[in-house]
């Protein structure tokens, strides 16, 4: 009885010292959710998605403006010149004769394209001032105003195709922008468990370190006692080396998980960094259709699909736009004037008018025209059946992720409650060695296991949440909230 009481006694000093030590509290304590966000901030990842998105909104803004009036101001200020230059005199011969004169001239064009034709809209007013320095003359020459139209013909409309296809890409370019955020989020779940079970592995290998300590102290009372034999003494300081080497690995472990982090989330400052073990989503409820219908809607590979396709169209109508006959036609009508004064070109301006078919007719390419016509179609062809495999492998990947998430959420559950057991085996085995009702050898199987049962549910909780925000990934929808992902 006395030998249990000091056993006993020991054995509760040294528990209640360990449980001070693990009641330390790191100077940052963070939780899976707060590093994905700090990741989404401040990573390079995050801010190299905003670059993208940004350049992808400027682009939409120079293809609507491709669309709008275009007001222009052209000019030539001053058109000096002073030179000699060759003059062919009536019986043929040159001569070199001196000049002396400005030439400048300052243009106002307007222009709008027509989407729906291919055409143009223009408009223009002129002003030119020519001054002779040699024979000290002025003269004025402008068109007051003057508009036209150029019409191609049986030519492939740009205008046209890119009201198709840009605003597509626009909408594509917004939902990668949303699905880069949620990629950064998988990355950095795998950096938090990285850290994450370097710590666990680090409590584990000082608990382990300092329950081995005390199992020796007591063991060595026992010895004394003469309960055990010598080769147990020797095992259990073997134990005790195997342990503070442990422990010194896992350090360094968590050192570099911790850098890992830092770098990644864009963590600044020198404070110890202290993960949460983060939940599981218990309540949540994931079905394949529900999952499918979101990302058919919210995904930039749905609207790729789409887009892709219509790039083939477009590529097929350009093909045979630009076989056979083209035309243009080009028309302007206006005034136009000359003068010695500048307002005088506005008084009294003459009409112009101008009307001008422009014709291409390949006589003969050798098939060129068609061998393009036939390509573009058959890349059409590869195209849909492609776009058609694609949608069948997005399918899959959604279907397969959801049984995988639905897995994980069972998986869970059963290595946390193996974790349990495993723990009261760990406990009951120390208690039974103090007691001498168990060996060395089964004491050391029973840390073993503990060990395991507790880097077993930290993989699955890994598991788990990659497979979440995976899901995330592939529907762009938050399932815990209920509602689509939006930045």
Known sequence: MMLRKILFTKLLLLTSYGAFALAKVDTLRLTLPQIVEMAKSNSISAKQAITVKETKYWEWRTFKSNYQPQLALEGILPGYTKTYTQVQQPNGTILFQPIHYDNSSLTLNFSQSIAATGGTVYGTTQLQR??????NSVLYNGIPYGIGYTQPLLKFNSLKWDKKIEPLKFNESKQVFIESQEKIAITVTEYFFDLLLAQVNLGIAEINNSNTKRILTIAETKFELGKISKNEILQLQLEVLNSQKAVGTAKRDVEIATLNL????GIEGDDRIKLDVPAIVAQMSVAADKVLAEAFENRSDAIAFIRRLAEAKRDVAKAKGENGLTATLRANLGFSNAATNA????????????VELQLSIPIMDWGRSKSRTKTAQANEQFITYSVEQDKQTFKQQIITQVTLFNMMKEQIGL??????IAA??????????VLGNLSITDLSIAFQENDRAKRDYISSLRDFWAAYYQLRYLSL???EKNKKITY
């Not at 406990?427 to 039974?432: D, H």
Request: hydrophobic share 20%.
């Open 262 to 265: 830092r770098s990644y989330a």
């Open 424 to 433: 009261e085996k760990y406990k009951i085995a120390g208690e039974r060695y």
């Open 415 to 420: 290595t946390d409650q193996a974790e349990k």
């Open 130 to 135: 020519f001054d002779d320095f040699d024979r």
């Open 343 to 354: 307002f005088d070109i506005y008084r009294s301006p003459k009409n112009q008018q101008s």
């Open 477 to 479: 929808y938050d399932f």
